[in-house]
């Protein structure tokens, strides 16, 4: 017989509560109690430019994290998508004079999608 493939993942608190990685396009969500809303929506984030483009994005909510694969629509809580939508960089464009302008612009090109409950 062969062995049954099994993996966990747990809290870094006192009582871990292990949960089932699945393979395919699921993340590993970890039980997080009343830290979220239950609220969940699907997110979509675009492939970039390059190797590092096309690499999953790592986003971390109170010490939990959530690998989310680009290009795939992956259903997060809300709460995490709230970290795409804060995600932003800047750059430096030359403006007129020599002048250098500065703007404040998404780090992740995205999509969000609220489910129905």
């Known amino acids: 017989m062969a062995a ?3 993996s966990s993942v747990t809290t870094i608190d006192d009582e871990p509560k292990p ?4 393979k395919g396009i699921d993340i590993a969500v970890v039980d997080h109690g009343d830290n979220l809303s239950g609220e969940k929506v699907q ?3 675009a492939n970039g430019v390059g190797e590092l483009g ?3 994005v790592f986003l ?3 010490g939990h994290g959530f690998n989310v694969p680009r290009g795939v629509p992956c259903v997060v ?3 995490v998508s709230a970290i795409l939508e804060n995600a932003t960089m800047t750059e430096y464009e030359a403006g007129a004079h020599g002048a250098t ?3 404040e612009v998404q780090r ?3 999509t969000i999608k609220h489910l129905r409950k």
Not at 19 to 22: A, D, G, L, Q, R
């Open 4 to 6: 049954k493939e099994t």
């Open 19 to 22: 949960v089932e990685i699945k």
């Open 43 to 45: 997110v979509t984030i």
């Open 54 to 56: 096309r690499q999953s």
């Open 60 to 62: 971390s909510l109170n």
């Open 77 to 79: 809580p809300v709460e």
């Open 101 to 103: 302008i500065e703007r």
């Open 108 to 110: 992740f090109s995205y």
